[in-house]
């Protein structure tokens, strides 16, 4: 059964740092591109930052230059490092893989997470 399992959520004032990260289990996702997904309430689920098989990624200019995606394949793990939080990053945060090694905004991952709450109080 493939897994994926996010941690490092939480409650953090403005200005302070997170890491999350998501464990892959069940299959290798190694050379599967990743990602993470945002989805706060009353607003569409949001793709924050994704990286391909090949390392390439991407940030949602909402977070751009505060936040970091990061991958180590040995462990088949996603790492997102979120610096210099804000209120409006207040969301549920979520771990996701593609089929392929390629991520797009247009076709949604095949694998999902369950999730990790981040609170940003003001």
């Known amino acids: 059964q493939v897994q994926l399992v996010e941690s490092g959520g939480g409650l953090v004032q403005a200005g302070g740092s997170l890491r999350l990260s998501c464990a892959a289990s069940?299959?290798?996702?190694?050379?599967?591109?990743k990602g993470w997904y945002r989805h706060a309430p009353g607003k569409e689920r949001e793709l924050v930052a994704a990286?391909?098989?090949?390392?390439?990624?991407y940030s949602a200019d909402s977070v751009k230059g505060r936040f970091t995606i990061a991958r180590d394949n040995a462990k088949d793990t996603l790492y997102l490092q979120m610096n210099s939080l804000k209120p409006e990053d207040t969301a549920m945060y979520y771990c996701a893989a593609w089929f392929t090694a390629y991520y797009s905004s247009v076709s949604p991952p095949r694998y999902w997470g369950q999730g990790t709450q981040v609170t940003v109080s003001s």
């Open positions: 069940g299959s290798s996702f190694r050379s599967n591109a």
């Open positions: 990286i391909s098989g090949g390392d390439s990624t």
